[in-house]
């Protein structure tokens, strides 16, 4: 594991412009083959930038929640794949100080983080019901499961997951699992139409041991808990502000293609495309607002709200992007123009939590005064 420093916002920031640029050159080929880019990791590492969220105290840079989406839309703006694959890394440590934050003890994570430790979540995937089972033994959990998409797994150092506890009253435990346990091994299951380089793969759980203390919640796996809200405000900001940066290349792309152009048909399309690029980037930007830089009340009006805004935003930013194309022409549907690849990567904010349907429900549910879920 590599010890970092803890450079300023500002200096970041300088280093990821040139991370991203250096990425822009060698994402189509990661797409191409599928393979996640390990050296942008170990160089987002060695700049600070995984820690880049810890507070001064425990030796991050203490950059602020929107500054972190401000550093993954540079990035998705460059290479979509590595910028995702850092928000899912990026969000459970917004989490952690959001727990910091609101007086719960942080400390030891993001002491870890600030260390150069990378973490994977399975947490898109498990929600409330998770899966898997675990087993209570002298002294923790047997567990065993499968946890797809784990994006960054390869490059992980901590699986945050989420295991089934199958008692009378089926329960879930939270916990933590070093890459490094025995009875840890990775699939390389992920082939996907876009976001082809987050290598998030299935991460196989065979009777592994989870002590005690590493057991961070026990909840039911059939209601609500609270810990959702918190991972819905500290999450889904980050996540989305890399798939802005999507759309950022895209409209850049399709302006620089059709600049001087006045024919009636390209001035609708660009205001269309305008539109759609506002409200997208706008939606993301309320997100943040509304996080109050990890500061907010995790109720679950506050998840509702992010969650409309996230099924704003994808929608939008989808569009933005197919009318890029649109506006450049043909060339934009071809595999060696990069707007074909940002339009399939722009897809896969579909598929973060929660997807439209669910979303709607859930949003509608808490409006009439009833849990988020049945």
Same mark, same amino acid.
Not at 50 to 69: Q, R, S, Y
Not at 123 to 139: I, P
Not at 256 to 280: A, F, I, K, P
């Given at each position: 594991?590599?010890?970092?420093?803890?450079?300023?916002?500002?200096?970041?920031?300088?280093?990821?412009?040139?991370?991203? $640029?250096?990425?822009? =050159?060698?994402?189509?080929?990661?797409?191409?083959?599928?393979?996640?880019?390990?050296?942008?990791?170990?160089?987002?590492?060695?700049?600070?930038?995984?820690?880049?969220?810890?507070?001064?105290?425990?030796?991050?840079?203490?950059?602020?929640?929107?500054? /972190?989406?401000?550093?993954?839309?540079? *990035?998705?703006?460059?290479?979509?794949? #590595?910028?995702?694959? *850092?928000? /899912?890394?990026?969000?459970?440590?917004?989490?952690?100080? +959001?727990?910091?934050?609101?007086? /719960?003890?942080?400390?030891?994570?993001?002491?870890? #983080?600030?260390?150069?430790?990378?973490?994977?979540?399975?947490?898109?995937?498990?929600?409330?019901?998770?899966?898997?089972?675990? #087993?209570?033994?002298?002294?923790?959990?047997?567990? $065993?499961?499968?946890?797809?998409?784990?994006? &960054? %797994?390869?490059?992980?150092?901590?699986?945050?997951?989420?295991?089934?506890?199958?008692?009378?009253?089926?329960?879930?435990?939270? %916990?933590?699992?070093?890459?490094?346990?025995?009875?840890?091994?990775?699939?390389?299951?992920?082939?996907?139409?876009?976001?082809?380089?987050? &290598?998030?793969?299935?991460?196989?759980?065979?009777?592994?041991?989870? @002590?005690?203390? =590493?057991?961070?919640?026990?909840?039911?796996?059939?209601? +609500?808990? @609270?810990? +959702?809200?918190?991972?819905?405000?500290?999450?889904?900001?980050?996540? /989305?502000?890399?798939? !802005?940066?999507?759309?950022?290349?895209?409209?850049? =792309?399709?302006?620089?293609?059709?600049?001087?152009?006045?024919?009636?048909?390209?001035?609708? *399309? !660009?205001?269309?495309?305008?539109?759609?690029?506002?409200?997208?980037?706008?939606?993301?930007?309320?997100?943040?607002?509304?996080?109050?830089?990890?500061?907010?009340?995790?109720?679950?009006?506050?998840?509702?709200?992010?969650?409309?805004?996230?099924?704003?935003?994808?929608?939008?930013?989808?569009?933005?992007?197919?009318?890029?194309?649109?506006?450049?022409?043909?060339? &934009?549907?071809?595999?060696?123009?990069?707007?074909?690849?940002?339009?399939?990567?722009?897809?896969? %904010?579909?598929?973060?939590?929660?997807?439209?349907?669910?979303?709607?429900?859930?949003?509608?549910?808490?409006?009439? &005064?009833?849990? @988020?879920?049945?």
């Amino acid at each position: 594991m590599t010890t970092i420093n803890a450079p300023t916002a500002t200096v970041l920031l300088d280093e990821i412009r040139t991370i991203a $640029s250096e990425l822009r =050159t060698r994402a189509p080929a990661s797409d191409r083959t599928g393979d996640l880019d390990v050296t942008a990791f170990e160089r987002l590492r060695a700049a600070g930038v995984t820690a880049a969220l810890v507070p001064h105290e425990f030796g991050g840079a203490g950059v602020t929640h929107a500054e /972190m989406g401000e550093m993954l839309r540079v *990035l998705g703006a460059n290479d979509p794949a #590595v910028a995702v694959t *850092l928000a /899912m890394h990026s969000h459970l440590v917004a989490a952690q100080v +959001w727990r910091h934050h609101h007086e /719960m003890d942080a400390e030891a994570f993001l002491r870890k #983080v600030a260390a150069g430790t990378i973490t994977v979540s399975t947490g898109a995937s498990d929600w409330v019901a998770s899966n898997g089972a675990a #087993v209570k033994v002298e002294g923790g959990f047997r567990v $065993s499961a499968r946890k797809s998409p784990a994006s &960054g %797994c390869e490059v992980g150092d901590l699986l945050v997951t989420s295991i089934k506890w199958p008692e009378a009253e089926p329960k879930v435990i939270h %916990c933590a699992i070093p890459f490094t346990a025995d009875g840890v091994r990775i699939e390389r299951t992920w082939d996907t139409l876009g976001l082809r380089a987050t &290598g998030s793969h299935t991460v196989v759980l065979d009777d592994v041991f989870v @002590p005690d203390a =590493t057991v961070s919640l026990t909840r039911s796996a059939t209601q +609500w808990h @609270p810990v +959702w809200n918190t991972v819905i405000g500290t999450a889904l900001p980050l996540i /989305m502000a890399a798939y !802005v940066g999507i759309a950022d290349a895209a409209v850049e =792309t399709a302006l620089e293609l059709t600049g001087g152009r006045s024919d009636d048909h390209v001035l609708q *399309l !660009v205001g269309e495309m305008l539109n759609e690029y506002t409200t997208g980037a706008d939606a993301v930007r309320a997100m943040f607002v509304d996080s109050d830089d990890l500061h907010f009340d995790n109720n679950d009006e506050l998840a509702a709200r992010t969650l409309g805004r996230k099924t704003v935003a994808a929608d939008a930013l989808i569009h933005t992007v197919r009318l890029a194309i649109e506006v450049v022409g043909g060339i &934009g549907y071809t595999r060696a123009h990069p707007l074909e690849r940002l339009y399939r990567d722009v897809h896969g %904010c579909l598929f973060h939590p929660l997807p439209r349907a669910k979303q709607a429900r859930f949003t509608g549910r808490v409006a009439l &005064g009833l849990p @988020p879920i049945e």
